[in-house]
């Protein structure tokens, strides 16, 4: 029995691969994209809730982008630290930064959605980038992003950065992130325009303005915690043009600080992934497990065929795995080493956020909670 199962895992790996290795293919990497100086005004909207650790270097690092049409919406999500002050600051010190303080968030709305409704109804450009307050950006970003989305015709440009991460583990545990999430939501799909998959990455969601209003904003996804990804969805739903990019060397953010602080992190949108759906959850886990540890397991096997053929199933996934390393991370492919731990560890991630999920009766997130039963709403 084990056998087979292995055999049937192999085989899925082995499909996965080629479908990989062809995705991999069709994702641009924006460094060789020639800058554009200027072009119409682009709207950079940046939300943030006590980030004072990250928000100033991260706008100084915009400030210095090469293009030249941009102003800047920061919007204070009700902080309790010094986040407000700092987007003050430097406001004070340049005259493209306006800031939004939000005191109160309006009911049937998450923070940040409603903080990127509001930048976004304040912004004056044709064009808004919607990222995070802890993104770093390369002087020529703007200008090399806004240039391919203008080449290619495109409605929506969303772009991976490279995530940094400080210890061994942690960095194994993003590269394994995104080796599920790769296979799981195939993000190169979004590059086909007859597919109907969409994405969109927090870091960089780059949208016309026009089709931003035509897909509702972020009202039309204002209780998804994954507001970023749903974007991306909605726009390909509406029939808009959306690329994925990648820009390892332009575009940076550290994911989290720490382990433990990824698994915080996760409360928010690794349930909302699985649609709210604890059955879905369960065979996730159950999956994760058969096609992911279960081989590692079988190696170790008295049975010489079982144990050839598990081998030959770790060599499959590893066709997946290293490929995806490579291109979507800076990461050393040596991090495969500590796979299966990488794979218990998610699994143990998943089942931690439906788990608190359930036991608090929704999400709680920057110091708000949502109702699974609000969160569940169609907007």
């Excluded at 969601?205 to 931003?212: F, P």
Aim: with cysteine; net charge positive; charged share 20%.
């Amino acid at each position: 029995m084990l056998f087979i199962i292995l055999s049937i895992t192999a085989l899925f790996w082995m499909i996965v691969a080629i479908d990989t290795y062809r995705g991999l293919l069709e994702l641009p990497a924006l460094e060789k994209e020639p800058p554009l100086s200027s072009g119409g005004m682009v709207s950079l909207i940046i939300p943030a809730r006590n980030e004072e650790a990250h928000i100033e270097k991260s706008i100084r690092s915009q400030l210095n982008q090469t293009y030249s049409q941009i102003e800047w919406i920061l919007i204070n999500d009700r902080s309790s630290d010094e986040t407000g002050k700092i987007m003050d600051k430097l406001s004070a010190l340049d005259h493209r930064i306006r800031v939004i303080h939000i005191q109160t968030l309006p009911e049937g709305w998450l923070g940040k959605n409603y903080a990127l409704h509001r930048g976004a109804q304040a912004a004056s450009g044709n064009v808004y980038l919607f990222t995070d307050a802890d993104v770093l950006y390369e002087p020529d970003m703007v200008a090399k992003a806004f240039h391919y989305m203008k080449r290619m015709k495109i409605d929506h440009l969303t772009v991976s950065p490279d995530l940094q991460s400080k210890s061994f583990l942690l960095k194994a545990f993003v590269a394994f992130f995104l080796f599920g999430f790769s296979y799981y939501k195939r993000p190169w799909t979004a590059n086909r325009d007859r597919s109907k998959n969409g994405m969109g990455i927090g870091a960089f969601n780059m949208i016309t303005k026009s089709s931003y209003v035509r897909i509702g904003g972020h009202q039309a996804i204002r209780l998804r915690p994954d507001d970023d990804l749903q974007l991306g969805i909605h726009i390909k739903k509406k029939g808009f043009k959306q690329r994925m990019a990648t820009a390892k060397t332009m575009l940076s953010v550290e994911w989290y600080p720490s382990l433990n602080e990824a698994f915080k992190g996760l409360e928010k949108n690794a349930f909302a992934g699985l649609h709210y759906s604890y059955l879905f959850t369960l065979f996730a886990m159950c999956g994760v497990f058969i096609s992911q540890v279960l081989p590692f397991i079988a190696v170790f096997s008295p049975d010489p065929l079982t144990a050839s053929m598990a081998w030959v199933t770790i060599a499959a996934i590893m066709a997946v795995y290293i490929p995806i390393t490579r291109r979507l991370t800076a990461y050393p492919v040596w991090h495969a080493a500590v796979f299966p731990v990488s794979a218990v560890l998610f699994i143990y991630a998943i089942f931690r956020a439906a788990a608190l999920t359930a036991l608090r009766g929704g999400i709680s997130w920057r110091g708000t909670t949502y109702s699974i039963k609000e969160l569940k709403k169609k907007s």
